[in-house]
């Protein structure tokens, strides 16, 4: 069993900059694929960022949503086991529980591909 734990979440004007991280605890961490998700309220989790253990998947082993290229960066630490989401340029529209997800596969933007889940971290952007 894997444990995922979120952090950095809070509150922040739009424009701001916030850093989630994700501790892990998987043994063989360099292995897995990492992605950030986030949920709305009244709507369906979405696809944020992934980060893969194989860097010839997508460009350098990363893929992200269209809503948010060129503002978030994901990035992992595999000596601390940990993944990280910087949000840079943030709009209200990014308010959500954002969540931490780790999948045995090599790549994937669907939740399905992923088998363990965070609790979330609530980010709030205000306008």
């Known amino acids: 069993q894997v444990q995922l734990v979120e952090s950095g979440g809070g509150w922040v004007q739009a424009g701001g900059s916030l850093k989630l991280s994700c501790a892990s605890s998987?043994?063989?961490?360099?292995?897995?694929?990492m992605g950030w998700f986030r949920q709305a309220p009244g709507k369906e989790r979405e696809f944020v960022a992934a980060?893969?253990?194989?860097?010839?998947?997508?460009?350098?082993?990363?893929n992200y949503a269209d809503s948010v290229k060129g503002r978030f960066t994901i990035s992992r630490d595999n000596a601390k086991k940990t993944v990280y989401l910087q949000m840079n340029s943030l709009k209200p529209e990014d308010t959500a529980v954002y969540y931490c997800?780790?999948?045995?596969?090599?790549?994937?933007?669907?939740?399905?591909?992923?088998?363990?889940w965070g609790q979330g971290t609530q980010v709030t952007v205000s306008s």
């Open positions: 997800a780790a999948g045995s596969t090599a790549s994937g933007t669907s939740s399905s591909r992923y088998d363990y």
């Open positions: 998987a043994r063989t961490f360099s292995r897995y694929l």
């Open positions: 980060i893969s253990w194989n860097a010839i998947i997508w460009s350098d082993g990363i």
